[in-house]
C-alpha cells in the first residue's frame, strides 16, 4: 500500500443535477487507509477504501453515504495521478457522475 493518495482534496462530482463540491481526506494508518468528505454542511466517513497501484497511477475505491441533498450511498472509483484525480462516483441505479480532484 502506498501514501500516494494521503492528503486533502477538494473533489468535484458533477451529476445529473449540477455540479457537486466536496473535500475529501485520506490518511494512511497501520491497518490501511482512512477518511472523510465534508460537503453540503455534513461530514461523512468514507468506507472500504482501497488503492492499488497500476502502469497509470493508483487506482483508489471508497464508498460513502449522504444525507444532504438527499440520502444517497456513493460508490466512487477513480484514478490518483500525483495531485490529480479522476473517475467516477455513482449512487444506486443512476447514472455514473464524473469526479476530478486536486490536491490541497
Known amino acids: 500500500m502506498t501514501n500516494v493518495l494521503a492528503g486533502t482534496w477538494a473533489v468535484t462530482m458533477r451529476t445529473?443535477?449540477?455540479?457537486i463540491e466536496a473535500e475529501m481526506h485520506f490518511a494512511l494508518n497501520e491497518g490501511g487507509f482512512s477518511g472523510t468528505a465534508?460537503?453540503?454542511?455534513?461530514t461523512?466517513?468514507?468506507?472500504?477504501i482501497t488503492a492499488v497501484m497500476i502502469d497509470t497511477g493508483e487506482r483508489v475505491?471508497?464508498?460513502?453515504?449522504?444525507?444532504?441533498?438527499?440520502?444517497?450511498?456513493?460508490?466512487?472509483?477513480?484514478l490518483v495521478d500525483g495531485d490529480r484525480m479522476e473517475g467516477h462516483s455513482r449512487a444506486?441505479?443512476?447514472?455514473?457522475?464524473?469526479?476530478?480532484?486536486?490536491?490541497?
Open 38 to 42: 465534508t460537503g453540503k454542511g455534513e
Open 44 to 48: 461523512v466517513p468514507l468506507h472500504d
Open 16 to 19: 445529473p443535477i449540477g455540479s
Open 92 to 104: 444506486g441505479r443512476l447514472p455514473r457522475s464524473t469526479v476530478t480532484g486536486r490536491r490541497i
Open 61 to 78: 475505491t471508497w464508498t460513502q453515504t449522504i444525507t444532504k441533498p438527499m440520502r444517497l450511498h456513493l460508490t466512487f472509483d477513480v
